[in-house]
């Protein structure tokens, strides 16, 4: 369905919207666009009765936004945003003959994807990677990604959720830690200082029944919100963290953390490669979704 033409923003009228606004002056909106002081009344007025409501209140000087003009405002800046966001892509990707947008898990793209992304670029000459952050399931309709990297539940809004792989974790600390305090066995963990991820905050006491021990104290502890911190502070010997292993390759690799006990434990939760209704089509996409797919299966493995 088309929209009328009344309903469709101006987009240079938005941008004088959100600077009057951010200014609560429309003088100063006028000198950061370059603009007259009557040019961006004008355009506030012709928004006003576009909308038929009052966006501002004009109190002393000052350009104050009504309530109305309060919940316009994060749409508008939204919708400016996404528009910014659509050109640098565009420009962006002028020279490259294919594109691929992908949001992945913070930690999971930065540890694990970035350092194998290159083979994937080799094998597809001429093609352009976008990746960003995001730790929770978004709306494909608010954010244009080509696909994104989840870890949870099969569950996505018009999308497809691919099974990429299961997750296990293990106990890990620093050689500087396991020198100065000892564990002999995994009950001796439950009082020694543990490093927690405070989105999954069962995780030591899962582990702990996993190893059947019941462990009371399992909650203490220092909480980080992502997994590279606690990576972080496990090698400067803060405490005992549980990790995925796929996560500390590098770590295990040099020496600097060391597995505790070799009693990994499987996760609840799996990862999965989220693909948007509307680019089931997207070849590239397809292309990385069975690259992901080959990096799991080449090890063996059902972890990254």
């Not at 200014?23 to 006028?30: D, E, K, L, Q």
Request: with cysteine; charged share 20%; aromatic share 8%.
């Amino acid at each position: 369905m088309t929209l009328p033409r009344k309903l469709i923003p101006d987009l240079t009228t938005l941008q004088s919207f959100e600077s009057a606004a951010r200014h609560g002056n429309f003088t100063r909106a006028a000198l950061e666009l370059n603009l007259t002081q009557s040019a961006i009344s004008r355009q506030i007025k012709d928004l006003e009765t576009q909308l038929g409501v009052l966006l501002f209140e004009r109190v002393r000087q000052r350009a104050i936004l009504s309530e109305a003009g309060k919940r316009l405002l994060p749409e508008a800046r939204r919708l400016l945003h996404q528009t910014e966001e659509m050109m640098i892509r565009a420009a962006a990707g002028a020279d490259a003959t294919a594109t691929l947008s992908i949001a992945t898990l913070p930690t999971f793209g930065s540890r694990w994807l970035t350092p194998r992304l290159a083979g994937f670029l080799a094998a597809h000459p001429g093609s352009q990677v976008d990746i960003a952050s995001r730790s929770e399931p978004f709306d494909f309709e608010q954010e244009s990604f080509d696909l994104a990297i989840h870890y949870g539940q099969p569950i996505w809004a018009r999308a497809t959720c691919t099974f990429l792989c299961d997750e296990k974790v293990v106990p890990v600390a620093s050689p500087t830690l396991l020198q100065s305090d000892p564990v002999a066995s995994p009950t001796e963990l439950i009082h020694r200082p543990l490093l927690h991820m405070a989105t999954r905050p069962r995780l030591w006491r899962q582990w702990f029944e996993h190893c059947d021990i019941d462990a009371d104290p399992s909650y203490r502890g220092n909480r980080f919100d992502q997994f590279s911190m606690i990576i972080e502070a496990a090698t400067m010997a803060m405490g005992f963290a549980l990790l995925p292993l796929y996560l500390i390759e590098q770590e295990l690799s040099s020496g600097k953390l060391q597995i505790v006990f070799d009693q990994p434990m499987s996760t609840e939760n799996s990862y999965y490669v989220v693909t948007p209704d509307g680019k089931r089509e997207h070849a590239l996409g397809s292309a990385f979704t069975a690259w992901l797919l080959s990096q799991v299966s080449n090890k063996g493995t059902t972890e990254p």
